[in-house]
């Protein structure tokens, strides 16, 4: 199994793929001018409006090291993080 961690850095967003099972390959991505919806309890993270992905409530791991209680938790700590 992997979960996504999450954390900012100025303007950018980071996400990195924390495995536990060997399943996945590791993986980081960096957004520059990132913006994020929720849609169908999904998260869609955006690129300057450019769709980049998505990530259902599962597989979240932290948001800027706490771990989110539901999905629009996950939400509202996503666009805080991408505001400060």
């Not at 980081?28 to 169908?40: F, I, M, T």
């Not at 979240?60 to 700590?77: E, S």
């Amino acid at each position: 199994m992997a979960k996504t961690n999450f954390s900012a850095n100025t303007s950018c967003l980071f996400s990195e793929l924390v495995i536990t099972g060997g399943d996945f390959k590791q993986k980081r991505n960096a957004w520059n001018n990132p913006s994020v919806s929720l849609v169908n309890n999904e998260i869609k993270i955006y690129d300057s409006g450019r769709y980049k992905d998505a990530y259902i409530f599962d597989r979240i791991g932290t948001i800027n090291a706490v771990a989110p209680t539901d999905i629009l938790d996950a939400y509202t700590k996503l666009v805080a993080l991408i505001v400060n």
